[in-house]
């Protein structure tokens, strides 16, 4: 297969476009480098099937190859991404969307959009399945974000009935692994990264909100089976086995081994309480679910991170806007 990769360069992006490769696939890569890194994919440009165009999939796309797949991952991610970047962020879910829809249809294509937990913003019911319409901000300092995959999710849908577009909905939850940024605020990147500095890891709240972390190989495998489906979706992906924050810092410490103990800090605006997927859907419609348990996945990314030579990118001690996804 012939499949475009948006955000291509990110930290879900590289991976993905290596397991595509690794199977034998072709990928064209799109990215901005907004948030993205070319040293997460400087290793796959000498591969022959590979090719890595520096792109905006708000403006016009120049992709003139045949075109079997497109996966649409390209959006600022992180709680700390989408409030430096609003209006960026709201265009690349809504015209990057419809770009990246047209060329799907255009090429008569697979077409994947990577959406997310949080279109069920601040869950009011627990744990979500993807029947559970949500319970988003519209106007708060996250809705940029929600609202923008919100948007995605409808336009996605709306070219399936109107074009008749081979279409999936993936809604994924926090996920972690090796190259995620250190300053991208997000919980895994900055316990982790703060723990292998000795520093306290700064912990929201009193720390008893709960999150469900799924490792990045897992949920590539979930991507890689939406992408040789032809069912809708929406499916959630992400591991259901929940912990608190605080039970998630802790872990870091003994991990890592490091001493510098936990910080607390005011609970962020419209932060999540919990969340928690459940994935029957995708169990059954996709034969997928997490194998990685979150103390070994959790292992590999202390390797990783503790690997890094480039030690200058340091996690700020506090995000206003929480850090769940
Ligand atoms: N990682 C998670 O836990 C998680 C959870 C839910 C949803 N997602 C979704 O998965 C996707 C990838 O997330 P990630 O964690 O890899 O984030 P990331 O920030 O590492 O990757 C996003 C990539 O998109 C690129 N990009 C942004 N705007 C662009 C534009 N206009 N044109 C071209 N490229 C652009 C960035 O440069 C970056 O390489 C996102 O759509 C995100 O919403 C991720």
Known sequence: MRVVVSGGCGFLGSHLCEALLRRGDQVCCLDN??????????????EPGFV????DVTQQLRVNVDVDAVVHLASPASPLDYARHPLETLAVGSRGTENLLRLAVRHQARFVLASTSEVYG?????PQDEDYWGHVNPVGPRSVYDEA???????????RRSQGADTGIVRIFNTYGPRMRADDGRVVSTFVSQALDGEALTVFGDGSQTR???????LIRGLLAMVDTDLPGPFNLGNPSERTVRELAELVLRLTGSDGGLRFLPLPV????????VITRAREGLGWS????????????????????DT???????SPVGRSS
């Open 149 to 159: 995959k919100r948007f995605a999710e409808a336009l996605t849908m709306a070219y």
């Open 290 to 309: 997490p194998r990685v348990p979150v103390e070994a996945g959790l292992r590999r990314t202390v390797a990783w991170f503790a690997a890094q030579s």
């Open 312 to 318: 200058s990118v340091r996690p700020p001690a506090h």
């Open 33 to 46: 480098f907004s948030s993205g890194r070319a040293s997460n994919v400087a290793h796959l440009l000498s």
């Open 212 to 218: 469900s972390l799924c490792y990045v190989d897992d």
């Open 52 to 55: 890595c165009t520096p792109s």
């Open 270 to 277: 419209d932060d999540p309480v919990r969340r928690r997927p």
């Open 122 to 126: 601040d869950p009011a019911v627990h």
